[in-house]
């Protein structure tokens, strides 16, 4: 069964003084608005990277209490050759500044976790390692870590054959996760039922 598509007409976000990388047009509206949807006030980013999305996430967002960022140590190896050369080797630099921003890096980023690593949150974006164990694994351990009326929200939903994002979103939506696209944007998001 196909995943389910809304269009989302989100207001333009607040956007700060350094580029976006890695967002198509709209989506870091759609994102914001996704995020305060939940007025969240604890996140969690899987693969914060740079911190941008975090960043742009706090400045929109003043209901957020505590952003804890998860990424990788310098020198990991992505499964996904595509990302390699993703890797930050300033891991949340652009969120630092904000005292709500926390960074937790480990060697192999979320597969060293687990949701007892985390606190409980309202909100998380997965955009991390883009393998199907990676999606499974920050999935997983969303779900645990959210509280009910939360949002998991996925990065590079796009059908591109380079990464298995949307081959494992439609997997999991396969076996009853209500995730749903955004159209004309590469993100998807599931709900948690109050």
């Known amino acids: 069964m196909p995943r389910s598509t809304i269009t989302l007409d989100a207001p333009p976000a607040k956007l700060p003084p350094f580029p976006p990388r890695y967002f198509n047009p709209g989506e870091l509206d759609c994102l914001v608005a996704l995020v305060a949807g939940v007025n ?3 996140m969690v980013e899987f693969g914060v990277n740079e911190g941008r999305a975090a960043a742009t996430i706090l400045l929109n967002v003043p209901g957020i209490e505590h952003y804890l960022g998860v990424d990788v140590l310098p020198g990991y190896k992505t499964q996904m050759e ?4 993703e890797v930050s080797l300033e891991p949340g630099k652009f969120a630092q500044h904000d005292p709500r921003f926390q960074l937790i890096l480990s060697q192999r980023g979320s597969f060293d976790l687990n949701a ?3 606190p409980p949150c309202d909100a ?3 955009d991390a390692d883009h393998s199907r164990a990676g999606v499974l694994n920050d999935y997983r351990i ?3 870590a959210l509280r009910a009326g939360g949002i998991i ?7 591109r054959p380079e990464v298995q994002v949307s081959e494992t979103l439609d997997e999991l939506a396969a076996a009853g996760a209500e995730i749903v696209h955004v159209e004309k944007t590469w ?3 599931e709900r948690i039922d109050p």
Do not use: G, W
Not at 82 to 85: D, L, P
Not at 154 to 159: A, G, L, S, T, V
């Open 40 to 42: 969240p006030r604890r």
């Open 82 to 85: 595509c990302q390699r050369k």
């Open 116 to 118: 007892r690593s985390l």
């Open 124 to 126: 998380t974006f997965i």
């Open 142 to 144: 969303a779900k645990e």
């Open 153 to 159: 929200i996925f990065h590079d939903d796009n059908r």
């Open 187 to 189: 993100l998807a998001f």
